[in-house]
Structure formats: C-alpha cells, structure tokens
C-alpha cells in the first residue's frame, strides 16, 4: 500500500512500469517510487516480451529497465516500444558500469541511464529529471560522452562502439564464457548468424584468432573498463 496523501483532482499522477528480472529489486523500487505522492507502479515486468507486452497495454509515462533480461536485450526493447509508442520515456537502471553502456542507450532513443549501486535518492532525482524531459547521466558519464564528441576517447572504447548494438551482445556472451549455440539460443539467432557476427566483431577489433576474441572479451567484462 501506498503512503500518501490523498490527491486532488488536479494532481497528475505519473504511471511507472518496472522491468527487472529479480522480485527483490522490483519490490524494493515499487516501495520506493509508490512512497512518492504523485508516482504510481502500474506494472512489473520480468523479461524483455512481458515488457514490451506490458507497455503496449499499460501505456506508462516511464519504464525503469534493466538493460539485461533473461529473455533478450534491454536496447531491443527500448527500440520496439518506442516504435510504437514514441512518447514513452525510458531510464535504464543497471548493474553494470554506464560505459559503453550509456551511450548505446541514448543511441536507442532511452532517456538516461543509472547504475543500480546509486541509491534510492539518486534513483528517484534520475526518475524525475526523466519525467520533466531531460536526459539523465551521472556527472562522471556525462563528461566521458562530451569527451567522445571531442575526440578524446581511447582505442579500445572506440572499436567497442564501432560494434553494432546485436555485435555488443554478442560480444558481451562471448565474455561472460557462452558458446556460440547458446548464444544463439539466448538471442534467438542460428549458430550461423551469431557466427557470422563472431567474425565480424573480431575484424572490427583488429583480432587475429578467436582465442584473442575470447580472452579480449573476457578481460572487458572483468574489467567493466
């Protein structure tokens, strides 16, 4: 239940959908952003097709997203639902490091991106700044992306974003140690596509051998560079 004073007819009342695919978060940001008087939780989603399912149906002001689902991409669904519902504003919430995350996420259309470490007070100022049409980074993210408009960005970071958004993800599978049937399988792609993009993701990076792919990849996700 929510702890809030009764509002006025005049009060406008945000409608929030959460898509995280643990029980826990979902329950602890619903209890955080219904606390608010003027936020409400219209939903819960736990993967990327009750998501996009969800927002179709609920047509919420804000989605809270997860940029990884068990069931398939947070970019994916931030460029399907605002296929289809172009005024939906999307902020990512997240585990992993905003770089090169973040980028990638305004690319798809997402309004802002926050790591989950932030705290609640953080994650409702990124919530409201979203609300009121502004983008949200935090201040470190913001001076990389300005650094990246002016050149300044290193070697490794730019052949990271040469990669396409499904390249990125298979890349990201490459080093979190999955195979490439599996990676098929997460993806929804043949074993030929994903191997197609395996070779296309080692020329971009300037690799000789997929063992370089492989121990590159894995040293990313340790690193979270």
């Known amino acids: 239940m929510k702890s809030e004073p009764k509002k006025s007819s005049n009060d406008r009342e945000y409608r929030i959908l959460i898509v995280d695919d643990h029980p826990i978060t979902r329950q602890g940001l619903a ?28 047509k919420p002001d804000l989605v809270l997203l ?36 973040a980028e990638r996420v305004l690319r798809a259309g997402g309004r802002g991106y926050i790591m989950k470490q932030a705290g609640g007070k953080k994650i ?5 700044k979203v609300l009121s049409g502004k983008v949200y980074l935090s201040d470190a993210m913001s001076a990389q992306v300005l650094e990246s408009l ?14 396409t958004d499904r390249e990125f993800e298979v890349f990201e599978l490459i080093g979190q140690g ?29 690799l000789d051998s997929a063992s370089d792919l492989v121990s590159f990849a894995i040293r990313w996700t340790e690193s979270g560079w």
Do not use: W
């Not at 069931?71 to 639902?81: N, R, T």
């Open 31 to 58: 209890q955080l952003i219904n606390f608010e008087s003027d936020l409400n939780v219209c939903g819960e989603a736990d993967g990327a097709r009750q998501a996009f399912n969800l927002i179709d149906e609920l």
């Open 66 to 101: 997860d940029i990884t689902l068990p069931d398939g991409s947070g970019l994916e669904v931030i460029k399907d639902a605002l296929a289809l519902h172009p005024r939906c504003q999307i902020l990512v919430l997240s585990m992993h490091e905003e770089s090169p995350y």
């Open 124 to 128: 409702m100022e990124a919530i409201r």
């Open 150 to 163: 002016t050149g300044g960005r290193s070697q490794d970071r730019t052949l990271l974003q040469s990669l």
């Open 178 to 206: 999955k195979t490439t049937r599996a990676m098929a399988e997460y993806l929804h792609l043949s074993v030929k596509t994903v191997g197609v993009h395996r070779l296309n993701i080692k020329r971009k990076l300037g």
